[in-house]
């Protein structure tokens, strides 16, 4: 695989400058320099050494199809333990100790995926919510240790300068962003939710207070080598993808849920319409005829010794 050129930054005047890499090889493949300018009206953040392992691994449910969520958060996971030095993991394991692209690790990587699905309360999916669960058990060692760590979720729909608040908790360390996908809902003009995906960001630029932003994911579901030879059960090359989000407001179909605990089946009663903010993603990696891509929020995440 090719990684993506680095967005061209001529346009901004961000101050860019190298960033000294505590593990110059386990990571983000060079050439990577790191961006922290978040003074002006410009923004640009880029963090070095995330790895972008991949979700679909055997020995995982369904081969790791519903993994994203675990395979993103592992990501954050490696910067900490390989970057800032911090004892991240679970009992003997440490991430700090692993490197994704090393073949031998390749299955205590697969193990550690499934440890956060696990701590993340994985039920053929994960959410936001549960994943910062599993930093926090993830992240128990290091405070042992004496570090301090911290994490919290920022929606769409409830900040205002959301792709500026991006920037901010970026410049902390990577984050885990999350999109829906979205068809056409009961009512004319209404969407649905049908899915959705979770992901690492790694970069960010923009303008503070602004309708645009463009991203750098490592994304764990899209490896070029998807579907070829042995991808079960070998580390794609990392990638950075390149995607662009524009904000938008959209009427929203939500449909009632069942309650497993009940007799009656609530899903047959009707749904509600409501408005929301929402950032449609898109991407030359991400294209798709049947749906449209709504960015709903991010986990972010922060230590410190």
């Given at each position: 695989m090719i990684r993506n050129?680095?967005?061209?930054?001529?346009?901004?005047?961000?101050?860019?400058?190298?960033t000294a890499s505590a593990d110059p090889i386990i990571g983000q493949p060079a050439p990577c320099v790191g961006a922290s300018d978040?003074?002006?009206?410009?923004?640009?953040?880029?963090?070095?050494?995330?790895?972008?392992?991949?979700?679909?691994?055997?020995?995982?449910?369904?081969?790791?199809?519903?993994?994203?969520?675990?395979?993103?958060?592992y990501n954050v996971l490696h910067y900490w333990g390989h970057e800032k030095g911090a004892p991240v993991g679970w009992l003997t394991t440490k991430v700090g100790n692993l490197d994704?692209?090393?073949?031998?690790?390749?299955?205590?990587?697969?193990?550690?995926?499934?440890?956060?699905?696990?701590?993340?309360?994985?039920?053929?999916?994960?959410?936001?919510?549960?994943?910062?669960?599993?930093?926090?058990?993830?992240?128990k060692p290091a405070r042992d240790a004496g570090w301090t760590t911290s994490r919290g979720y920022v929606s769409t729909n409830e900040q205002i300068d959301w792709a500026g608040?991006?920037?901010?908790?970026?410049?902390?360390?990577?984050?885990?962003?999350?999109?829906?996908?979205?068809?056409?809902?009961?009512?004319?003009?209404?969407?649905?939710?049908?899915?959705?995906?979770?992901?690492?960001?790694?970069?960010?630029?923009?303008?503070f207070n602004n309708t645009t932003v463009q991203l750098k994911l490592a994304d764990p579901g899209r490896a070029l080598d998807h579907g070829q030879g042995d991808y079960l059960k070998t580390q794609s090359q990392y990638e950075s993808l390149d995607v662009y989000l524009v904000r938008q407001n959209i009427y929203e179909y939500v449909p009632v849920k069942d309650d497993e605990n009940t007799r009656e089946d609530e899903s047959l009663q009707p749904g509600t319409y409501r408005y929301v903010q929402r950032w449609e993603l898109s991407g030359p990696r991400y294209q798709s005829n049947t749906t449209r891509q709504f960015v709903e929020g991010f986990n972010w995440f922060d230590m410190a010794k």
């Open positions: 050129a680095l967005l061209a930054a001529a346009a901004l005047t961000a101050i860019v400058a190298p978040l003074v002006g009206p410009v923004f640009t953040v880029r963090k070095c050494g995330v790895s972008d392992v991949d979700q679909f691994r055997a020995g995982l449910e369904n081969n790791g199809n519903a993994y994203c969520g675990p395979a993103s958060l994704p692209k090393d073949q031998a690790d390749y299955n205590v990587i697969t193990n550690s995926i499934g440890r956060i699905g696990v701590d993340a309360k994985y039920n053929g999916g994960t959410n936001m919510t549960n994943l910062r669960t599993a930093w926090d058990i993830a992240t608040e991006l920037a901010r908790k970026l410049n902390e360390g990577p984050l885990q962003l999350v999109y829906g996908r979205y068809k056409d809902g009961p009512q004319v003009g209404s969407l649905q939710r049908t899915g959705g995906h979770i992901v690492t960001v790694v970069a960010a630029s923009g303008t």
